[in-house]
């Protein structure tokens, strides 16, 4: 659950909280009134008592006596409700302070459930990547060991591919002629990591080179002095 959503339910779940609270707390407040009325009445009673008691009967003596413990009676029972009233105060908050403490452990444990799912992801991801990486390098490699096995066998097959030679601004070709440039040059000049390898050196395109007419051919273009040449060799191509 999103962390708005929580957040939602508790507001709603304590919309109704200030009202209630109010409620109890005047109440209370008419409760303590109440009190104060009646020990306002025990002390009228109590001052009649002793200002008159030599010239009250025995009967009107009774009837004080009753009137101030019943008013203490009522006092008694105003301070029970308020006590319950309290208490119910009390038990009204904490309910609320234990569903907040309740959502935020689940919100907690919703976030490291995230954080957890994301760090797996994560690591599935970089498997597959390095998986990835390891079929593309076991296929290279495969393809630079039917090339050279092919070069060293001097199969039929090998014997009939055709050549051509790679024109100047020719469409699909590699990026073409930078001159007379040497293997060794070329070795030690920066190159794109993004820029595609050809022939037998794997290396990128640079003076002249030729194409194989093959269509199965991996490689497709091979530099001059990785083939032998050195000018374009003769006939139409």
């Not at 009445?41 to 003596?61: C, F, G, H, P, V």
């Not at 199969?155 to 440039?181: D, M």
Request: proline content about 4%; some cysteine; hydrophobic content about 30%.
């Amino acid at each position: 659950m999103a962390a708005g959503m929580y957040l939602e339910h508790y507001l709603d779940s304590i919309e109704n909280l200030p009202f209630e609270l109010q409620r109890n707390f005047n109440l209370m407040r008419d409760l303590d009134q109440r009190t104060e009325d009646l020990k306002g009445q025990i002390d009228s009673l109590a001052k009649e008592y002793t200002a008159n008691a030599r010239t009250l009967s025995s009967e009107q003596k009774l009837s004080i006596l009753r009137q101030i413990q019943q008013s203490y009676s009522k006092c008694k029972e105003f301070g029970d409700d308020k006590v319950q009233l309290a208490m119910q105060t009390y038990e009204m908050v904490d309910k609320h302070i234990r569903r907040l403490d309740t959502d935020l452990a689940r919100f907690e444990a919703d976030l490291k459930e995230k954080q957890i799912e994301s760090t797996d992801y994560d690591s599935t991801s970089s498997k597959g990547k390095k998986a990835d990486t390891r079929q593309k390098e076991k296929k290279t490699a495969k393809t630079r060991s039917k090339v050279k096995s092919s070069d060293e066998d001097g199969s039929p097959k090998s014997a009939q591919k055709k050549v051509k030679l790679l024109q100047p601004g020719e469409f699909n070709s590699p990026s073409s002629n930078f001159g007379n440039v040497h293997p060794s040059d070329v070795l030690d000049m920066p190159v794109d990591p993004n820029e595609p390898t050809y022939c037998l050196c794997h290396q990128v395109s640079y003076g002249e080179m030729i194409g194989c007419d093959n269509t199965d051919c991996s490689i497709e273009w091979f530099h001059f002095a990785c083939v032998g040449l050195t000018t374009k060799p003769r006939g139409k191509w």
